[in-house]
């Protein structure tokens, strides 16, 4: 049996159900834990919430600077695109969170970690799996999942227990940090339904958005971004600064139909202007530093990273494995790319780089190409030369 | 030596001045083949220019369905588009282009075929690879690569022989078709330039686009559109259609750092409008309809169908067996997807299939879902199992 | 509640106990049904036993034939080696017997199928998952896995009900069919320890194989074999054939450290004699008339055909998908393949087929050869041309 | 033109020839420099032979250290196999052979650089991009390719200009170093004769191999052998050993079909017994450390590795990505592998490892496992979700 259990407390109703349905049935002492990934919430009121309902103790970790520069700029890297699609956002954020509930557990010397994700979604996976690859003594509990509770069962209890509710149902469940916003359930569940304007927050409808194209231009070193229009900013505000200004332009939006790793096929719709927009910066330039053999292997390389923070796999060794890979490329990843965002819409206008494989000189049809054309004839012929000669044997 | 030629004339400056250069080089009688793949020209005019310059025999060809239906549909069903980018909508006329030569070739009795490629390129892959494949007794000549005339010895030659010429030097160099338009050349050579503005023919300035979306619905049989707006079209209507209409928003622009294959980055700039619009909405499809295994995997043929294209070797085995692969996962793609058409974005909101793998009674978080909540814990446990275990032998 | 069950009966402890256990638990009629996959076993006795248990009907399926032609063959087509050393051959029956499961459930009307599979292992995913992608309206039951019973526990149960057991315990678990055998436990689980002798009953000590290496020519037809030394059979003659020769020679011995997909790392051997030698013969042959594209394509392709076997997918669409790729590229796969066997290794030397890519007049280094080395010098410049370019700005 | 060229001599005839036609075409000294990668040739003969043809210097460089370490090693580390069968062992001489080449010119200030290779195979491809990749001002000369003559006219200019040839023409052109040797023309030119005896000099014919099997064990660390029998050895001693040890039993001979990348299918024999045996046990090893998704990746990466080696790119960027993470894998791929050698097979028998993810405790079948059984209902089912849902759709 546990005795001391840290729990993962996003100040919502299942995991504040959790504080006292763990606390009675494993008579157990529960350490809450809230993070700050850019979600943009009153974390006062969160705390004052765990320890009312029966929380010994409440970490509030600030841990912005971390995600920004360990999960967010290694997934710009990655050109992180799940199914082409999500910018793993969300998924970026799981593994942070079973890292800080494990140091959390080793300072307070607790024997368990508990989170409130339920039975039908990734994150189950993402937080358990990094749990137990950083410590498997601990014990890991997923109450939500496992209680069994309707949502009106869940009311109930909390009504009895004198757990404060809040008086609104949502329409829609959301997930949200600096590098995006996840939004699911109601109306989007009909994937024939086009998502209502009030599914949105970070982005302005593209009708609304100003009249005149904003350029932006955005400079990367090492494979990440530092600079926007020539300023340097830290990680946190640079991302931000992005959200905002694509947002603005009616940039961000995403609706796709998603493969769950339990097997389910979901509608999911994100909100992700930073990242949609220097993702597609990022791609651009490394088509001027890397060739073309590289860039063909990295992008195997790329949804490979992708799927494994996707699948909860982060503190698997291949995903240190790949990121050597990664991390090699993005040496040479630098130079300045220049963005028109306009309702709706973030189109790469222009590119320079100190390591750019453009040469005008070879590459111009004018007259003055250094690109001597009489090596093609054998170029061209060797190139097909298997080709001809199996063509004939095709049924 | 050769004593008939077939020569792929497009009524420019380098096929003209080919005519009559292979026939003095060569003392043989030239041929003229034009096919009309949806690229809009006056197809009489070239006709009545090639006989003047010396053909003996011209060939107009329409070849518009076969290319819709034989060249642009396996396109749309392979997701096509190299480096992310580029529907090869040029790649994509090259080896029909090759095949009217060689059937014009063996009609005609003609012991060799031409093209105007230059070396520069990837064109003079595509035919000269497609030829042999399909007849290798064909010589094939590729005088524009092979005399060395600078453009201002071409005009000088061509002058000297009587050879129309444009009076106005073009600002870029352009090759269209039904799929798309590829813009090269000029102040685009510089890629830290955006575009002017009269790069662009096929799509409005999303600034002057209509204020209100367009909302398309695109039907899909077999992995290939049928209707559009619940109409039914044939390839060539359909496609002018969707062209049409997303061009009037602003969708379609492309503007990217390709890499070629004889080794040249360059910088290219295309116009796609119904490229864009309907592999988007097939895509989407497709995550509605096939699994995830499928996806995935299908997603690295796709890869390298689209590469063959690119790279002339449409003739290539290996194109016949992706397909089969391509076309078994086809079955399928069956249903409706609803965009929305907007100043320069095109964005699914809405699909539905008779073969979606979508379930909302599995995948709703409402506590109607079928779903068995408690197989998640075993599944989470044993899907992490060899990342916890060999976590901590990580250096 | 169930009142039919089909179980999947082998005539071993496991099974014979769920007979009773099943009966008993749901109290429901029992049908076994016993596959003649090749496995050399007295089908008789096995009948006579389901009977004597308690079963009240008892199907004994001759299903070699089936097996042979749709389940190894297309595995010879994708040179099926799991993890480069298991050529899948317990795999590949375990959804031929969920197949004969299902059929005979809905013959006899039944409303439940069982099969004796461990938690530990793959084969309960092989059966499972088949099973209900057939027939999603089954009751699958896992009674070995579900009742938690101990060896010593199953034997007590036997002794008390009846059930008749073998008096010597067995020292290997062991399954077999005509495209090998599988055995594990005792001594092999210390994967330091050399198999002993003891271990393989298909191929005989190297030491004693015959002093005179044995040539055999296999020839193919359409990527499988269809004549053994210029001799047609049928394809179990032809395996069973190829099995004797093969592991006389000493050949087909496999020992590796393999992972299920359950996550566990095992010590796997194998004795698959015919399996070794055809698909190094069908692999050589391969590449004589498939090109050098297809071939690298294909590895990839028959790595996922391989391991959606290995993983219990065999229903899945993906491999359909596969073998529509895979059954393209075999219509070429046609020819001779000449092997020399001796003492435990299987080589091949000599090949020839009538869709040979191999041309000799090209190939050949004398004066003859018709390769026009003029043609190497672009070539080898423009395939090297982004190497060079990007070599520089490595750091 | 040239005034100072750098000649990789091999002693031969094309590379006798060479120094004299060189010299007269560019009026230019001539510097032959020979490496010594382990071939055992008589090097002293070869450089009074340059000598006296005409060198103004020699240079003879001992690079077998850095040959086994920086080139083998990670050949090793990469499971370096074209085609599954050829240990690229000339092929990872060469870009060693380009680098020195380079020194030398930049030693000597030379302004062109020289190799011998002929226009059908794939050294020119190995020498002239690495030349190039490490100084793209160096001029790179293939005098063989270039000069048209065949074999008869060589011998004509030899005796003409006192170049001493070799009596006896040579049944076979033959390449070795270290990591073996490759034996290519003659009757080896019709792929349906098996190489005769006198092919082979490393390797002992198996059937005059020892009775008795060898045992021997090799251990490695951070991906490389580092002793053997338990005795620490330097790589060249190493390799030396294992070459010495398996070709006496009969292993290491290799016939295949091979695709060189100017498009030739080639039939080719190699003898690489330390190669075919280290690798054996190399890949062993990495099952018992790397996790199922870390091999499954690392197979794709080792297999371009390989081909990238194989296809004269190793200065590619992308081979130093590649190298990136095959390193942090090769971290845990530590331990002994113990294999059994005999008469033409090596097998591995047994394998230890600090690393090791093979847990008896899991993976026993004995009632003392750890592993949790009741955790597989819920994986089996879950993993299969889809292949159900999708498999009814299936035409």
Known sequence: MVSKIV?????????????????EKYNADIITVTLDVGQKEDFKFIEDKAYKIGAIKHYMIDAKEEFARDYIFPAIRANAMYED?????TALSRPLIAKKLVEVAHKEGADAVAHGCTGKGNDQLRIEISVRALDPSLTVLAPTRDWGMSRDQEIEYARKHNIPISSVAKKYS?????????????PLEDPWNAPDEDVWEWTIDPKKAPEEPTIMEIEFKNGVPIKIDGESMNPIELID???????????????HIEDRIVGIKSREVYECPAAL????????????????????FKKIVDNEWTFLIYAGLWEDPLRYDLEAFINKTSERVEGIVKMKLYKGSAMVIGRESPYSLYDIRVATYDSSSTFDQSLSKGFVTLWGLQTVASRKFLK
């Open 85 to 89: 699609k999500y910018p793993v956002s």
């Open 241 to 255: 600064k992005v959200n905002r200004i694509a947002g603005l332009n009616g940039i961000g939006r995403i609706d």
């Open 174 to 186: 959301v997930d949200q940090n600096l590098w995006g916003r996840s939004i699911e359930g109601g």
């Open 277 to 296: 927009t220097i993702i597609e910066a990022h791609k651009d330039l490394e088509k001027m530093v890397l060739n073309r053999r590289e860039l063909t």
């Open 7 to 23: 729990l993962a407390y996003s100040g919502g109703l299942d995991t504040s159900v959790a504080i006292k349905w763990l606390k």
